[in-house]
């Protein structure tokens, strides 16, 4: 069974601050297919950038934050995004 958190729970309002603080930074953070891409809002020109693995390259990063090291790439042509 699957039990909704109240306002008043103390994880409910960590998350919250999570969420408020990833905003007024301007970042999304998204999981597609196990690669985890923080998009910039708030730069000049809208970028995404990619977090990997920073031994092989690989895209699967499965938790926030990282519990691996890492590197953070992109693509030098800046994305469209609302």
Request: one cysteine or more; glycine letters at 4%; a negative charge.
């Amino acid at each position: 069974m699957k039990y909704r958190l109240t306002s008043a729970h103390p994880f409910q309002a960590r998350f919250e601050e999570l969420c408020a603080k990833a905003e007024e930074l301007g970042l999304d953070l998204m999981f597609y297919g196990g690669a985890l891409v923080v998009t910039d809002h708030l730069s000049e020109v809208k970028q995404r950038y990619n977090v990997l693995d920073i031994e092989g390259d690989s895209i699967t990063m499965d938790s926030f934050p990282p519990i691996t090291e890492y590197k953070i790439v992109y693509d030098k042509s800046p994305v469209q995004v609302e």
